[in-house]
């Protein structure tokens, strides 16, 4: 078990279809991640919360938008994806800048499937 | 962005064999990290290792970092079956925000 919790753990949705995915910690961390995994390949960092503030954003499409509504929780909010969306979408928290230098906590991540 | 690079990309060994993994990068680096990532699952946090230190140890784990080449390595002693996995280095800024990931090396621990 991890102490990152992603729901739902497994999604199947249509180019048409909105959904979110959900992230929560309860660590007190203050930075969260959205990462994206296709298989056999590393992580890729998607967006970074810092104080429930976006810091960083790699450039991803606005089919994704994320949302951290406070400190324990991230969403991302899924719109009109393409079937190479298809991906494991992992949510890690870590202290935090000025928190000194820590880890990422993983949660299981959510797998998608876009039909 | 991808910094890291490790190699090699797949490694099989027989249990009770050492395993060693490298990794490579190219900017400079508060510290680096290694985690292990089982199939379908999310990566899990091994060890951290300081740009002023030069090894580390945990357990069965030992890591070494050369920043004048910029490469470190993790060596796994007397593996078992469950270190079957996938492992990734990873590289933090000195911002202690942003976290890049390597190739990783998908480890095969035969029984």
């Known amino acids: 078990d991890t102490e990152v919790t992603q729901t739902p753990k497994h999604l199947v949705m249509g180019m048409t279809n909105k959904k979110s995915l959900k992230c929560e910690q309860h660590m007190g961390h203050r930075a969260m991640y959205w990462y994206k995994q296709k298989a056999k390949k590393p992580p890729e960092l998607m967006f970074v919360y810092s104080y429930e503030k976006l810091s960083i954003n790699e450039s991803v499409p606005s089919r994704f938008s994320p949302e951290c509504p406070n400190s324990s929780l991230l969403n991302l909010h899924l719109h009109a994806l393409q079937p190479e969306d298809s991906a494991l979408y992992l949510c890690a928290s870590s202290q935090g800048p000025g928190q000194g230098y820590s880890p990422l906590h993983f949660g299981n991540g959510t797998r998608l499937t876009v039909t | 962005s991808q910094q890291g690079e490790e190699d090699p990309q797949a490694l099989s060994i027989q249990e009770g064999e050492n395993a060693t993994m490298n990794c490579s990068y190219k900017t400079s680096i508060n510290n680096l990290q290694w985690y292990r990532q089982n199939s379908g699952r999310g990566l899990v946090h091994l060890i951290l290792?300081?740009?002023?230190?030069r090894e580390k140890h945990s357990g069965r784990l030992r890591v070494t970092l050369d920043t004048s080449k910029k490469s470190s390595s993790l060596l796994i002693t007397a593996s078992r079956a469950a270190d079957t996995a996938s492992y990734f280095c990873?590289?933090?800024?000195?911002?202690?925000?942003?976290?890049?990931f390597g190739p990783g090396t998908r480890l095969s621990v035969l029984p």
């Open positions: 990873a590289t933090q800024d000195n911002y202690g925000q942003n976290f890049v």
């Open positions: 290792i300081r740009s002023n230190e």
